[in-house]
């Protein structure tokens, strides 16, 4: 090991050809880890072989994060020979906790953490490894310097797809250091009931939601909806995210339902509405182009007190047009009460707003209701497109709601699309809105506008 480290440093005649070699190798050229592709060979590994499904599998993305102070101080060579020190420290730590390290580049690693049975101990490995990490001392350096070890962490199933672990450790890495935080920063995008969460339980959850309203501790991301015909990106859902003040982002699925069971669903409601109406009025002020915000919308809203005229009053407050903004109700809620729904959804509709039927597919929806519905689009479910790429079947379905939709003179936006293959078919289906994981994640405001303008498709 350290004979293939001086020829690295000295570049012993091999020269050009060995760099190559090594860098054909599952490892990396100079301090000989396994790196970024063994990393995503193991985590396919990994997942093959994740039979018991409440077990867990996590990657960790990890910043050294002095490296470059450390080359300005020390200069390049001996920079590089404290790193290489500090990888094999930092692989002896890794083996004695059980997990996987691997590097990456540069001054960045990853570690794997299979078949974990909880949250908390995924979490409490990692803290330990950053702790062990702060213990390394080098036999090159003549100077002290702290040795900060940034992670960030995604957790599979918490985190959304396992094909997206990777990106979404890195994703949670740089927050972390955007946010000052020398701690572990997990990813929660899509986080479900994680043990933390889990460990306060519903009862503080219902003491904490009104202070969360009070605090403005609610959050909106936005997910682009891109035409398939331009490839802009012409409009956006708006999603809640929770950022609890203790346990960090709080999943939609735990709190939402108590919203419900409290009535507070109608406050966070009209919170979302003020939200997405004021950003309307600021893309406006700055000359952004318009683009069109879908909300989603419970049936408690829509059957409570003056629904409608609040909705009105809020678009007169803010100046934007009702167009600007879209409702969208899933297929079971516009079954559950026909007739009062048809009622309400009329209403709203009289206001201009425009209106989507979402996750369609799966319920139950009669056709004769169906052409009833004044919605002007068609939200196909992930449920539906998920198996299109090896199901002829699934794909004659899709077909058949697509051609449905467009029969009752609704737009078909297709949800879920998580790779290229996929995004084909369904565009060669006939849909003319795509949404998912392939195109962009939900992000918050800042980060949603930069997508907009990384690739391509300015608003304004």
């Known amino acids: ?50 039979h018991i499904e409440e077990n867990h599998i996590a990657i960790a993305a990890l910043d ?28 002896a730590v890794s083996k004695s906790l059980n997990i996987t390290l691997y590097h990456t580049i540069d001054n960045y690693f990853l570690l794997l953490l299979s078949n974990k049975k909880t949250t908390n101990e995924i979490v409490s490995v990692v803290e330990t490894f950053q702790k062990k990490a702060l213990l390394f001392t080098s036999s090159i350096m003549d100077i002290k310097l702290p040795l900060n070890m940034l992670a960030g962490l995604a957790i599979y199933p918490y985190s959304d797809n396992i094909n997206h672990l990777l990106d979404d450790a890195y994703s949670a890495l740089l927050k972390g250091k955007r946010n000052g935080n020398n701690n572990v920063t997990i990813y929660s995008d899509k986080q479900i009931s994680i043990d933390s969460t889990k460990g306060y339980g519903e009862k503080l959850l219902f003491e904490d939601i009104q202070n969360a309203l009070d605090n403005n501790e609610f959050i909106v991301y936005y997910q682009a909806l891109v035409d398939v015909k331009t490839t802009n990106v012409v409009g956006a859902e708006a999603l809640i995210r929770w950022n609890h003040p203790k346990y960090g982002l709080v999943s939609p699925l735990e709190f939402i339902p108590l919203l419900e069971k409290t009535g507070h669903i109608i406050d966070l409601g009209q919170y979302i509405l003020k939200t997405v109406l004021k950003q309307q009025k600021s893309w406006d002020i700055f000359n952004f182009r318009q683009i069109q915000v879908s909300i989603n919308v419970s049936m408690k809203e829509i059957e409570s007190k003056n629904f409608v005229q609040h909705i009105e009053k809020e ?100 949800e879920g699309i998580e790779n290229k293959a996929a995004a084909d078919i369904v565009i060669s289906l006939g849909c003319d809105y795509i949404q998912g994981y392939y195109y962009a994640k939900p992000l918050p405001l800042f980060e949603f506008q930069e997508f907009i303008r990384n690739n391509g498709m300015e608003l304004i």
Not at 67 to 84: A, D, H, I, P, R
Not at 354 to 381: Q, V
């Open 1 to 50: 090991m350290i004979h293939k480290m001086k020829n690295f440093f000295t570049k012993e005649d091999n020269g050009e050809s060995q760099v190559a070699q090594l860098l054909s190798t599952l490892k990396h050229p100079l301090t000989q880890l396994p790196n970024k592709t063994k990393a995503i060979n193991d985590l396919k590994s990994a997942y093959a072989k994740l």
């Open 64 to 91: 050294f994060e002095n490296y470059l102070l450390f080359n300005t101080l020390l200069g390049n060579e001996k920079s590089t020979k404290v790193l290489y020190e500090y990888a094999q420290y930092l692989d």
């Open 315 to 414: 678009l007169i407050h803010y100046n934007v047009r009702p167009e600007r903004i879209k409702f969208e109700l899933t297929e079971s809620m516009a079954m559950g009460n026909p007739e009062d729904t048809l009622m309400y959804l009329k209403a709203l509709k009289n206001l201009g707003v425009g209106l989507a039927l979402d996750d369609f597919g799966t319920g139950y929806t009669s056709f004769s209701y169906l052409k009833d519905i004044p919605a002007d689009t068609l939200k196909i479910d992930k449920i539906m497109v998920d198996n299109i790429l090896k199901n002829d079947e699934d794909k004659r379905i899709v077909k058949g709601i697509i051609e449905l939709g467009h029969s009752l003179g609704m737009k078909i936006t297709v």
